[in-house]
């Protein structure tokens, strides 16, 4: 049964592998082989490990996020994220974009009557904004409003997702945050280990002349002839575990302090007030500059004369 | 004539002439009949026997029945699992050899009954089997996971014993001047960090049963020996006479008395005693030695 061995596995066709000028062409293929309404309208992300990615800077939005779309026929409408999709798409529930199409026989699915069906469309990240609930200091009312641009900061632990994550703030407003859309609980499946069994310690270090493992349980652990087990270690890997020298050179330290210094400095937008000052200043200069031409232009025509 | 006999050179052929009479074959007896044959018996029309699983019986502790999942022929798509995870590393290094050798054996079995399944779809189609394949990546993980711990606590067992002489001593007289200096009233505790110095250091177990006599343990036992005399029969008239202790049998009897200066007063008569019977057990035999003391403590106890 070779299901059962992993050991051709590196022989197979894995498009992870594939070099890069043969992309293009396994992606017309790929495409080719899929019926118009399946095809994904954003660029193929193939070569991905994952179709979701891992980083939150490029995944904004999660799934139970409420969302409006600024652009296309459904303007304005606000939506659920119910699914995310290669190349920064997001599937929207029934008041996001949807397109109507012939499907034939072969690929019905399960209750489906006829012919015709309609299909989410995927949307892009950027023609959606999120949607926040933000209390209003002012009037003490809870006000909706559509972020324009989000910012990942900072880090926490979060319990439901079981994931460090970053804080999602608004972007220029730094103190705003808008937590995560709380996910659907993962219930114990038949395989799950209770968490108290898994987290019992059983295993103490007692001796140091008993091995813990039975004499007759090693050899089917581990080849203890194979090539593969080394005595030393390369250089790259003595140089990764050895610590660095301490302590740091004067220079090294003065260099670091100043880098933590420059880091802390903070970082302005320009205002409105900056954006005149530096336009009067052009402005002066620009006079300055045509004043010399007009001189050199007076010296000049004085000369043809 | 011609039809029946070989085709041979005729030099050879005079090789294969025979040259003794053939034997006289045993003439045929006919066996006493011991069953009626159908013809002498009347035909009886009796109904005919359905093929049908419900014919056959088999026992539920059956042990093919490992490679079902509660008796079910086929699991459904929806009765899998699709929320757990594999056992991560740091989760599994907690855990000691039989429970890893447990879980082992736990997922070995899962993978035999999803192999099953697995090759029951793929012969319709590969696409229905993958999700039971790919429940069993998962469960494949958590093996090469176990595998890959315990060949972890191997190395390092390994690399403890090259540490291991280095420090031995330095730990041996920390230990010593705790041990000598401590007063009456630590005296449980005393016991205890011995107990664990002996299993740690030694490999000496608290249980007799469990202990293997090698050479770190005939160690132990004069270590241990030379301690116990050194604490409480400082006093005695002949300490100075009997340490240090290198015999191990003298080592033993030292090591198997109760901490109390009355045992050891005991055990040093007893020692004496062998001394001056001249008893005394061979280096290259102590392993053996003390193995013959420990099985008949074994015994004993028994």
Same mark, same amino acid.
């Given at each position: 049964?070779?299901?059962?061995?992993?050991?051709?596995?590196?022989?197979?066709?894995?498009?992870?592998?594939?070099?890069?000028?043969? !992309?293009?062409?396994?992606?017309?293929?790929?495409?080719?082989?899929?019926?118009?309404?399946?095809?994904?309208?954003?660029?193929?992300?193939?070569?991905?490990?994952?179709?979701?990615?891992?980083?939150?800077?490029?995944?904004?939005?999660?799934?139970?996020?409420?969302? !409006?779309?600024?652009?296309?026929?459904? #303007?304005?409408?606000?939506?659920?994220?119910?699914?995310?999709?290669?190349?920064?798409?997001?599937?929207?529930?029934?008041?996001?974009?949807?397109?109507?199409?012939?499907?034939?026989?072969?690929?019905? #699915?399960?209750?489906?009557?006829?012919?015709?069906?309609?299909?989410?469309?995927?949307?892009?990240?950027?023609?959606?904004?999120?949607?926040?609930?933000?209390?209003?200091?002012?009037?003490?009312?809870?006000?909706?409003?559509?972020?324009?641009?989000?910012?990942?900061?900072?880090?926490?632990?979060?319990?439901?997702?079981?994931?460090?994550?970053?804080?999602?703030?608004?972007?220029?407003?730094?103190?705003?945050?808008?937590?995560?859309?709380?996910?659907?609980?993962?219930?114990?499946?038949?395989?799950?280990?209770?968490?108290?069994?898994?987290?019992?310690?059983?295993?103490?270090?007692?001796?140091?002349?008993?091995?813990?493992?039975?004499?007759?349980?090693?050899?089917?652990?581990?080849?203890?002839?194979?090539?593969?087990?080394?005595?030393?270690?390369?250089?790259?890997?003595?140089?990764?575990?050895?610590?660095?020298?301490?302590?740091?050179?004067?220079?090294?330290?003065?260099?670091?302090?100043?880098?933590?210094?420059?880091?802390?400095?903070?970082?302005?937008?320009?205002?409105?007030?900056?954006?005149?000052?530096?336009?009067?200043?052009?402005?002066?200069?620009?006079?300055?500059?045509?004043?010399?031409?007009?001189?050199?232009?007076?010296?000049?025509?004085?000369?043809?004369? | 004539?011609?039809?029946?006999?070989?085709?041979?050179?005729?030099?050879?052929?005079?090789?294969?002439?025979?040259? =003794?009479?053939?034997?006289? @074959?045993?003439?045929?007896?006919?066996?006493?009949?011991?069953?009626?044959?159908?013809?002498?018996?009347?035909?009886?029309?009796?109904?005919?026997?359905?093929?049908?699983?419900?014919?056959?019986?088999?026992?539920?502790?059956?042990?093919?029945?490992?490679?079902?999942?509660?008796?079910?022929?086929?699991? =459904?798509?929806?009765?899998?699992?699709?929320?757990?995870?594999?056992?991560?590393?740091?989760?599994?290094?907690?855990?000691?050899?039989?429970?890893?050798?447990?879980?082992?054996?736990?997922?070995?079995?899962?993978?035999?009954?999803?192999?099953?399944?697995?090759?029951?779809?793929?012969?319709?189609?590969?696409?229905?089997? =993958?999700?039971?394949?790919?429940?069993?990546?998962?469960?494949?993980?958590?093996?090469?996971?176990?595998?890959?711990?315990?060949?972890?606590?191997?190395?390092?067992?390994?690399?403890?014993?090259?540490?291991?002489?280095?420090?031995?001593?330095?730990?041996?007289?920390?230990?010593?001047?705790?041990?000598?200096?401590?007063?009456?009233?630590?005296?449980?505790?005393?016991?205890?960090?011995?107990?664990?110095?002996?299993?740690?250091?030694?490999?000496?177990?608290?249980?007799?049963?469990?202990?293997?006599?090698?050479?770190?343990?005939?160690?132990?036992?004069?270590?241990?020996?030379?301690? @116990?005399?050194?604490?409480?029969?400082?006093?005695?008239?002949?300490?100075?006479?009997?340490?240090?202790?290198?015999?191990?049998?003298?080592?033993?009897?030292?090591?198997?008395?109760?901490?109390?200066?009355?045992?050891?007063?005991?055990?040093?008569?007893?020692? @004496?005693?062998?001394?001056?019977?001249?008893?005394?057990?061979?280096?290259?035999?102590?392993?053996?030695?003390?193995?013959?003391?420990?099985?008949?403590?074994?015994?004993?106890?028994?």
């Amino acid at each position: 049964m070779s299901f059962l061995s992993k050991v051709g596995e590196r022989f197979k066709f894995d498009i992870k592998r594939l070099p890069k000028s043969l !992309m293009t062409r396994y992606e017309k293929k790929y495409r080719q082989g899929q019926p118009h309404f399946m095809r994904s309208p954003f660029k193929l992300d193939l070569q991905e490990d994952n179709s979701v990615p891992k980083e939150f800077e490029k995944l904004k939005y999660l799934i139970g996020d409420r969302v !409006m779309i600024i652009k296309g026929p459904k #303007q304005g409408n606000i939506c659920k994220v119910s699914r995310h999709v290669e190349g920064k798409g997001y599937i929207l529930d029934e008041n996001g974009p949807t397109s109507t199409v012939a499907v034939p026989k072969e690929l019905w #699915q399960d209750e489906q009557t006829s012919h015709v069906i309609t299909f989410p469309k995927a949307v892009h990240q950027d023609n959606l904004r999120l949607i926040a609930e933000i209390d209003d200091e002012k009037t003490g009312l809870t006000k909706t409003v559509a972020v324009d641009n989000l910012k990942f900061i900072g880090k926490y632990y979060d319990e439901d997702y079981k994931k460090v994550l970053k804080y999602r703030c608004v972007a220029g407003q730094e103190d705003l945050v808008i937590p995560y859309p709380r996910p659907e609980p993962i219930e114990d499946d038949a395989l799950s280990t209770p968490v108290d069994v898994v987290r019992e310690r059983t295993h103490f270090i007692e001796s140091a002349v008993r091995n813990s493992i039975p004499e007759a349980a090693l050899l089917t652990l581990r080849n203890p002839y194979s090539k593969h087990k080394r005595t030393k270690l390369t250089k790259l890997e003595a140089k990764k575990l050895t610590p660095p020298k301490m302590p740091l050179s004067e220079t090294k330290k003065a260099y670091l302090a100043e880098r933590e210094e420059l880091k802390k400095l903070p970082k302005y937008n320009i205002t409105d007030e900056m954006k005149t000052f530096l336009g009067e200043k052009i402005r002066e200069h620009e006079k300055v500059k045509a004043k010399q031409l007009e001189e050199a232009a007076k010296l000049s025509t004085k000369r043809f004369l | 004539m011609f039809q029946n006999s070989k085709r041979l050179l005729h030099t050879s052929r005079v090789c294969l002439a025979r040259k =003794q009479a053939p034997k006289k @074959k045993a003439k045929f007896v006919p066996r006493d009949k011991t069953s009626k044959s159908t013809a002498e018996v009347p035909l009886r029309i009796t109904p005919p026997i359905t093929p049908t699983v419900k014919n056959f019986e088999v026992s539920d502790d059956h042990p093919l029945w490992q490679f079902f999942h509660e008796q079910s022929y086929l699991r =459904q798509f929806d009765e899998l699992d699709k929320n757990s995870r594999s056992w991560t590393i740091p989760e599994l290094r907690r855990k000691n050899f039989n429970d890893l050798h447990s879980l082992w054996y736990t997922c070995l079995k899962e993978r035999n009954i999803l192999a099953r399944e697995q090759h029951l779809l793929n012969v319709d189609s590969e696409r229905a089997a =993958q999700p039971y394949g790919d429940l069993a990546e998962k469960v494949r993980e958590t093996m090469w996971r176990i595998r890959h711990v315990l060949s972890e606590r191997h190395h390092a067992h390994e690399r403890s014993q090259e540490l291991l002489p280095e420090q031995k001593e330095q730990i041996l007289n920390e230990f010593k001047e705790n041990f000598l200096t401590a007063t009456k009233d630590e005296e449980v505790e005393l016991q205890q960090t011995l107990s664990r110095l002996q299993y740690a250091i030694f490999g000496i177990s608290e249980i007799i049963a469990d202990n293997i006599v090698d050479k770190h343990f005939v160690e132990g036992l004069k270590f241990i020996a030379n301690l @116990k005399l050194e604490r409480y029969a400082k006093d005695h008239p002949d300490f100075q006479e009997l340490t240090p202790i290198t015999d191990a049998g003298e080592a033993f009897v030292l090591f198997h008395s109760e901490p109390t200066t009355k045992s050891i007063t005991e055990s040093i008569e007893s020692v @004496k005693n062998l001394r001056s019977n001249n008893i005394r057990v061979d280096k290259l035999y102590e392993i053996e030695s003390v193995t013959e003391f420990v099985n008949k403590l074994v015994d004993e106890s028994q």
